[in-house]
């Protein structure tokens, strides 16, 4: 059982990256999947998450306009396309599974957003 975040990279202000998040060994489709990011020294925040089902979307105040998350159940993955990248969305971004007692984290992946 694997999650694996990826599509991060190093940006100008302005630009866009899609991250996506990829279940290895178990279904994405039947879990509830967030987006968070963490920068050194600051706790881990959520930016967006989808429902099982995907009806109910949410998206932090400072990305929201900016970002939109989807779930694609034929490739196993969950994508959150960032438009109009800022510096301050620099961090390492990570994806969370979570079910009943299921809660698996991906290994992140590195957003940097510089001129």
């Known amino acids: 059982v694997q999650l694996q975040a990826s599509g991060g990279g190093s940006v100008q202000p302005g630009e866009s990256l899609r991250l996506s998040c990829t279940a290895y060994?178990?279904?994405?489709?039947?879990?509830?999947i967030g987006w968070f990011r963490q920068v050194p020294g600051k706790e881990r925040e959520i930016i967006s998450c989808?429902?099982?089902?995907?009806?109910?979307?949410y998206y932090a105040d400072s990305v929201k306009g900016r970002v939109s998350i989807s779930r694609d159940t034929a490739k196993n993955t969950v994508s959150l396309q960032m438009n109009s990248l800022k510096p301050e969305d620099t961090a390492v971004y990570y994806c969370?599974?979570?079910?009943?007692?299921?809660?698996?984290w991906g290994q992140g992946t590195q957003v940097t957003v510089s001129s």
């Open positions: 060994g178990f279904t994405l489709g039947n879990f509830a």
């Open positions: 969370n599974a979570k079910w009943a007692s299921r809660n698996y």
């Open positions: 989808i429902s099982v089902g995907d009806d109910i979307k």
